[in-house]
């Protein structure tokens, strides 16, 4: 099991920053991919950024790249996010996520919200212009 726990959301202005945290806990290297996720409202569920646990290979989806950065802290257990430049389009519910052990060693796993197992409560982002 992993126990994941979001923090930092809140509400800022096109062109600002925030940082998303979140507290692993439990087997915490059982996920091969700790990742962010993001769901906006009417939309599904997607991949924002993620890492391969422990390995310290990132990846993001194109939307983010250049302005999001994702990064791993071993020794306090967190999973960060960093996000600049944010648009109004960026506002949504941010969830942390570790995908199931059952696709250990699977990359392409690692990009689909339906194979991760383990989530958050998330935490709300809200960018106004």
């Known amino acids: 099991q992993v126990q994941l726990v979001e923090s930092g959301g809140g509400s800022v202005q096109a062109g600002g920053s925030l940082r998303l945290s979140c507290a692993v806990s439990g087997h915490k290297y059982g996920s091969y991919c700790l990742s962010w996720f993001r769901q906006g409202p009417g939309k599904e569920r997607e991949m924002v950024a993620g890492v391969y646990n422990g390995l310290g290979d990132t990846f993001y989806d194109d939307s983010v790249r250049g302005r999001f950065t994702i990064s791993q802290d071993n020794a306090k257990n967190t999973l960060d996010l960093e996000m600049t430049s944010l648009e109004p389009g960026d506002t949504a519910m941010y969830y942390c996520?570790?995908?199931?052990?059952?696709?250990?060693?699977?990359?392409?796993?690692?990009?689909?919200?339906?194979?991760?197992?383990?989530w958050g409560q998330g935490t709300q982002v809200t960018v106004s212009s």
């Open positions: 996520a570790g995908l199931d052990p059952a696709y250990y060693g699977n990359g392409p796993a690692c990009s689909s919200a339906a194979t991760y197992k383990y």
